[in-house]
Nanobody, 127 residues
Framework: QVQLVESGGGLAQAGGSLRLSCAAS????????MTWFRQAPGKEREFVAG????????AHADSVKGRFTISRNNAKNTVYLEMNNLKPEDTAVYYC????????????????????WGQGNQVTVSA
């Protein structure tokens, strides 16, 4: 049974930093495309960042490029999202997601491309 367990969210001030973790069981993060999505109240779920399975290629949404970084630790079977220079508009529930196909085979920014999802983790950034 696949489980994705997120941690590390919470409250931060604008300009601050947080690191989200997604600990996986039942799958190997280095063999899956692992991504972070977020959903703010009244908005659609949107792609934030992803890291492709074998090659480890990464992609980041334009809105977070230069501020957020996705990475993984294969030994810990965990994916991270380092978030720096946070802005109030980053406030959302952040979800970890996993899919078996590499970037080039899927529409990697689309939630429908992913089979497994974490429970979500609230990030709130105050002005």
């Amino acid at each position: 049974q696949v489980q994705l367990v997120e941690s590390g969210g919470g409250l931060a001030q604008a300009g601050g930093s947080l690191r989200l973790s997604c600990a996986a069981s039942g799958l190997t993060v280095s063999a899956y495309t692992m991504t972070w999505f977020r959903q703010a109240p009244g908005k659609e779920r949107e792609f934030v960042a992803g890291i492709s399975g074998s090659a480890g290629d990464t992609a980041h949404a334009d809105s977070v490029k230069g501020r957020f970084t996705i990475s993984r630790n294969n030994a810990k079977n965990t994916v991270y999202l380092e978030m720096n220079n946070l802005k109030p508009e980053d406030t959302a529930v952040y979800y970890c997601a996993a899919g078996p196909q590499p970037f080039y085979r899927i529409e990697y920014t689309a939630p429908r491309s992913y089979n497994y999802w974490g429970q979500g983790n609230q990030v709130t950034v105050s002005a």
